[in-house]
């Protein structure tokens, strides 16, 4: 069975830092780009940052430039979402996705372009 399992989230000062972890099965996780995405009460779900399935490319949405970085390790089908200088508004849950790719380069923005979801893990920043 494909599976993601998410994990890291938790309650952290503004200011402070969190590392999630996603550990994928199931599938060939090298095939796969991946992103991480957050959905905060009452908004859509929005893509935070994706990378490549060489690990080379990444994007990363403006308000997190700086303070978040994304990573992977193929060798442990894990992808990594490092956050510092946390705010109160990236309070949300957070899930991680893979994208099915042939270029081994290119990043997906698109959260339609992602077919496997993690469960989400809830992260909150308080003031």
Not at 46 to 51: C, D, F, H, R, Y
Request: aromatic share 12%.
């Amino acid at each position: 069975d494909v599976q993601l399992q998410a994990s890291g989230g938790g309650l952290v000062q503004a200011g402070g830092s969190l590392r999630l972890s996603c550990v994928a099965s199931g599938f060939t996780f090298d095939d796969y780009a991946i992103g991480w995405f957050r959905q905060a009460p009452g908004k859509e779900r929005e893509v935070v940052t994706a990378l490549s399935r060489r690990g080379d490319f990444r994007y990363l949405v403006d308000s997190v430039k700086g303070r978040f970085t994304i990573s992977r390790s193929n060798a442990k089908n894990t992808v990594y979402l490092q956050m510092n200088s946390l705010r109160p508004e990236d309070t949300a849950v957070y899930y991680c996705a893979t994208a099915r790719s042939d270029n081994v380069h290119i990043p997906a923005r698109d959260l339609n372009e992602y077919d496997y979801w993690g469960q989400g893990t809830q992260v909150t920043v308080s003031s």
